[in-house]
T-cell receptor, first 116, second 109 residues
Framework: GAVVSQHPSWVICKSGTSVKIECRSLDFQATTMFWYRQFPKQSLMLMATSNEGSKATYEQGVEKDKFLINHASLTLSTLTVTSAHPEDSSFYIC????????????FGDGTRLSIL | TQLLEQSPQFLSIQEGENLTVYCNSSSVFSSLQWYRQEPGEGPVLLVTVVTGGEVKKLKRLTFQFGDARKDSSLHITAAQTGDTGLYLCAVGMGNQFYFGTGTSLTVIP
């Protein structure tokens, strides 16, 4: 069964809305989780590293105020896309490592975000 | 510049043909992973390679880690339609985890 649960799987909303995506680790604790963005037929682009109890580490070019990350517990990280616009439409995926960051990752099933 | 460059980016072949996907970098890694992803789903781990020169086989898939641990290849023998998908190499560096540029494979019946 799934070891990382991501919710919701599909969101359609109007421009200007803020959308929250949850990523939960099931049956294990994750001090670190990763958030990715993916366009069709392209690879996963790391957006940020979510760190439990501290600020997220954002990759270059990713707007911190646009993509708010909160890792409030050892099993939950959330990504909030604030004031979403059509260009934010994408597939967002989270992952949590089996061990350290160099270890294989458990992935959520992704969230398809469509902004009208 | 991308940390991991994959080639080719797109590949369309007939069922039964062989193919090789490459993952290259100028950096040295302690390990490297290969994943396969289908549309609308998260990536699924295929293999982890750790030792320079290591070769691992998974049924018709053969994975090799370069001697210098900077590159890797994935060879598929007698491709099947079920092999269609996005193939991704990936590495962990520092406290981050990065994917290669991806190879989209389509196997035509």
């Amino acid at each position: 069964g799934a070891v990382v649960s991501q919710h919701p799987s599909w969101v359609i909303c109007k421009s200007g809305t803020s959308v929250k995506i949850e990523c939960r680790s099931l049956d294990f604790q994750a001090t670190t989780m990763f958030w990715y963005r993916q366009f069709p037929k392209q690879s996963l682009m790391l957006m940020a590293t979510s760190n439990e109890g501290s600020k997220a580490t954002y990759e270059q070019g990713v707007e911190k105020d646009k993509f708010l990350i909160n890792h409030a517990s050892l099993t939950l990280s959330t990504l909030t896309v604030t004031s979403a616009h059509p260009e934010d439409s994408s597939f967002y995926i989270c992952s949590a490592p089996w061990g350290g960051s160099e270890q294989p990752q458990h992935f959520g099933d992704g969230t398809r975000l469509s902004i009208l | 510049t991308q940390l991991l460059e994959q080639s080719p980016q797109f590949l369309s072949i007939q069922e039964g043909e062989n193919l090789t996907v490459y993952c290259n970098s100028s950096s040295v890694f302690s390990s490297l992973q290969w994943y396969r992803q289908e549309p609308g789903e998260g990536p699924v781990l295929l293999v982890t390679v750790v030792t320079g020169g290591e070769v691992k086989k998974l049924k018709r898939l053969t994975f090799q880690f370069g001697d210098a641990r900077k590159d890797s290849s994935l060879h598929i023998t007698a491709a099947q339609t079920g092999d269609t998908g996005l193939y991704l190499c990936a590495v962990g560096m520092g406290n981050q985890f990065y994917f290669g540029t991806g190879t989209s494979l389509t196997v035509i019946p």
